[in-house]
């Protein structure tokens, strides 16, 4: 036996087929407009108005700080978890891959600019070696900046 389907059958399925398709682009759409990216990290000697100022991977034992600076990206980075964590990797005080400190902040959208600052410990300074900064959104580290203290 045969069916054939009439003319407003085949219309209420293609309606049908319409509006899923529909709601799976939206839905997509929606998942990629709340998507945050690093648009640009530099280490640098300072910070001032969105910039980072004396831009290097290179410090002394003297510098009383570095600063990772980010400029956030995406189509709607507002709400996202934005990480530095900063590892002496291998340095004259016998530091291994050690974790100095983390800092973490909510991403706002009338802030797309940060400084994070890892300030040297007091009376000694920052020890001679090699370092790290991991940097991640939402707990995923994208991009990972490496530096010496000579």
């Not at 054939?4 to 293609?14: C, D, I, K, T, Y």
């Not at 831009?55 to 600076?69: E, G």
């Not at 291994?96 to 902040?105: A, D, G």
Request: charged share 20%.
């Amino acid at each position: 036996m045969r069916r054939v389907f009439s003319s407003a059958r085949m219309a209420h399925w293609l309606v049908l087929l319409l509006v899923i398709l529909s709601t799976s682009l939206l839905l997509t759409a929606c998942e990629e407009e709340k998507e945050a990216t690093l648009k640009n990290v530099e280490l640098a000697h300072g910070y001032s108005q969105g910039e980072a100022v004396d831009p290097s991977t290179t410090y002394k034992t003297t510098d009383k700080s570095i600063h990772t600076v980010i400029q956030m990206g995406g189509k709607s980075p507002s709400g996202a978890k934005l990480k530095v964590n900063w590892l002496a990797v291998d340095t004259a005080d016998g530091a291994r891959n050690k974790s100095l400190q983390q800092k973490e902040v909510i991403v706002s959208v009338d802030n797309l600019f940060y400084d994070f600052v890892l300030n040297a410990p007091e009376g000694s300074g920052f020890a001679t070696g090699k370092y790290q900064a991991d940097v991640s959104i939402n707990g995923t580290v994208e991009k990972t900046l490496y530096f010496t203290v000579q």
